[in-house]
């Protein structure tokens, strides 16, 4: 069900540059007891900050620590204390009884030769060969795109779809109150207001679960833990819609000293004071870890310049934006608004390209001269045999692509925002389009609740949007209210994406949106050849989707005598 709500200009005018702000923000302090903290103090850069480093731990413990992170509601510190600190394979009492004053020396050096090699040829490249472990935790889901916006560099985020968002942390649901809201009056309504959505999410999230358990019953050779978990995200999925922007999150980042100083500048140009404010946490835990790479990004002719370059562009670009017409056409959810005609000719001219010696231009012209079927058979050879959806096509595939225009909820846009290797870019979180209710809402008695909180969101919207600016009233804006966004991709990620978000497991409405896409490269753009080789798109319709990924799961977890763990 889709209902269109009020709307308020989305052109206005932005704040100009200004440095990140000293404001003390409000956010839970984990304890520890005093054993704890002397192996927190030992691995982690500071033991209460919410942005912290991952030190003296051997690599593949930290990207356990961070696959972890996805689906386990603690935040990182403690995951370690509880799972990880007390193994001894880990080998973290060696690496600590490593860190010698003969290997601070060492440091030393290498910081020293970084900086003569970086002063003396200016090379960035230099900047992409050390990295750093970094947790974000308490992070807004504005703050979290933010922080994933750039292509190279790893991420992890706690998923919605498999934790419960119904506990506190601390004495206060889990969402991020921006400071804006203090001088303009909203702060105790805005509280008030996201307690009432996570009061009712807590609600829903339960009865949903208690829906699905009796639709779809424990089935025999399944486990307790197999079974509860699918129900789990299959509530989650339904239940999310409720769950504000402001809701946090903890997120897991591996990036280069270069992927981390393009970050860091456009946090700082944000006119967001949530992103500045963590922008400056990130700079002091980093220059812990990796201090060279971090010199430039607060230097006034140098990461200042950058920023407000950054600054700049906004405020002009906003008001461009501003001299267009302000009320959105009817669209589909998904438009393939560009694509070239001759594209598959030209994968098939790019795919012989690396087996001759030829020019390019020789064999495009010798490609357009042959017939459909000699260009059948050069697409069965480039592509064949493929037997998992992991078998991939070379770079031919990239001679052509398509641009697509998505409209869909806020909670699917995220899904789907994770595929950063394709151009993708979002328009301003605003109750503007419509919002989607899930047919279990209704079936548990639950949508005039459903209705009321979306107006109740949209009206708030308004008032703060007013009172300060579009940008800070995203922060009330339900996961369910649709955002508008453009992929551009060529061929070869879209085998990437279009075949591993319809998959089983997938959430429904992404895999949705990606079943469309498929059939619009196919029929839209009449690349039939390149539709048809994308074999692992599923258009099939599943009940409870995540029930085969978590039994091929615990298979897994039996042949390598592992328990299932405690649902």
Not at 380 to 400: A, C, F, I, L, W
Not at 441 to 458: K, L, V
Request: hydrophobic fraction near 40%.
């Amino acid at each position: 069900m889709n209902r269109a709500s009020g709307t308020v200009p989305l052109s206005v005018e932005r704040p100009s540059f200004v440095a990140p702000l000293n404001t003390a923000h409000s956010f839970h302090t984990e304890e520890f007891t005093a054993e704890e903290l002397a192996v927190v103090n030992r691995h982690f850069t500071n033991p209460h900050q919410p942005v912290f480093g991952i030190i003296g731990l051997p690599e593949v413990v930290k990207g356990a620590l961070f696959a972890r992170y996805s689906r386990s509601p603690k935040s990182v510190r403690r995951l370690f204390l509880d799972e990880f600190a007390a193994e001894p394979a880990l080998g973290v009492e060696a690496i600590a009884a490593q860190k010698t004053d003969q290997g601070l020396v060492g440091l030393d050096r290498a910081e020293k030769l970084y900086d003569r090699v970086f002063t003396q040829y200016g090379d960035d490249s230099v900047a992409q060969l050390g990295a750093a472990h970094l947790a974000v935790e308490q992070a807004s889901n504005i703050l979290t795109k933010v922080l994933e916006w750039g292509r190279l560099a790893s991420y992890l985020e706690q998923s919605t779809r498999y934790i419960f968002y119904d506990e506190k942390l601390g004495d206060s649901y889990r969402f991020h109150t921006p400071i804006e809201l203090g001088p303009a009056g909203l702060s105790d309504r805005y509280q008030s207001e996201m307690n009432t959505s996570f009061a009712l999410y807590s609600d829903v999230v339960a009865d949903l679960v208690t829906y699905y358990e009796e639709m779809h019953p424990k089935q025999d050779g399944d486990s307790g833990f197999v079974w509860k978990s699918t129900i789990r995200a299959k509530a989650c999925d339904d239940a999310r819609g409720l769950l504000p922007a402001s809701t946090t999150s903890n997120v897991g980042i591996f990036a280069s000293g270069q992927a981390y100083e393009a970050l860091l500048l456009r946090m700082q140009a944000h006119p967001l004071e949530e992103v500045r404010w963590f922008g400056d946490l990130m700079l002091v835990e980093l220059r812990k870890m990796i201090p060279s790479f971090m010199k430039r990004v607060d230097i006034p002719d140098r990461g200042g310049a950058w920023t407000e370059y950054f600054s700049n562009i906004a405020d002009s670009m906003s008001d461009q934006a501003s001299r267009l017409a302000q009320i959105p056409a009817q669209a589909p959810s998904v438009t393939l608004v560009e694509f070239d005609p001759e594209g598959e000719r030209k994968v098939a001219a790019a795919a012989l390209y690396a087996y001759t010696n030829l020019p390019d231009e020789q064999i495009r012209a010798e490609v357009a001269r042959m017939s459909e079927t000699q260009i059948d058979d050069i697409f069965r050879s480039y592509v064949g045999d493929r037997t998992n959806r992991r078998h991939k096509p070379g770079r031919g595939m990239e001679q052509t692509f398509y641009r697509f225009d998505v409209l869909c909820d806020y909670g699917i846009f995220r899904d789907l925002q994770r595929h950063r290797m394709l151009t993708l870019e979002w328009q301003p979180l605003a109750p503007n389009h419509g919002f989607t209710t899930p047919p279990a809402i209704e079936a548990i008695s639950a949508t005039d609740a459903w209705e009321s909180s979306m107006e109740r969101s949209a009206t708030l919207y308004h008032d703060v949007a007013m009172a300060t600016s579009p940008d800070v009233a995203q922060y009330v804006v339900p996961f369910a209210q649709k955002i508008r966004f453009v992929m551009n991709l060529n061929a070869r990620e879209a085998f990437h994406m279009l075949e591993l978000r319809t998959q089983q497991g997938g959430h429904p409405d992404y895999r949705d949106i990606c079943q469309q896409m498929h059939i619009l490269i196919r029929d839209g753009a009449g690349h039939r050849r390149i539709a048809d080789a994308m074999t692992f798109v599923d258009h099939h319709e599943y009940d409870l989707a995540r029930l085969e990924t978590e039994r091929r799961a615990a298979s897994k977890r039996e042949a390598l005598g592992i328990e299932d763990p405690t649902a």
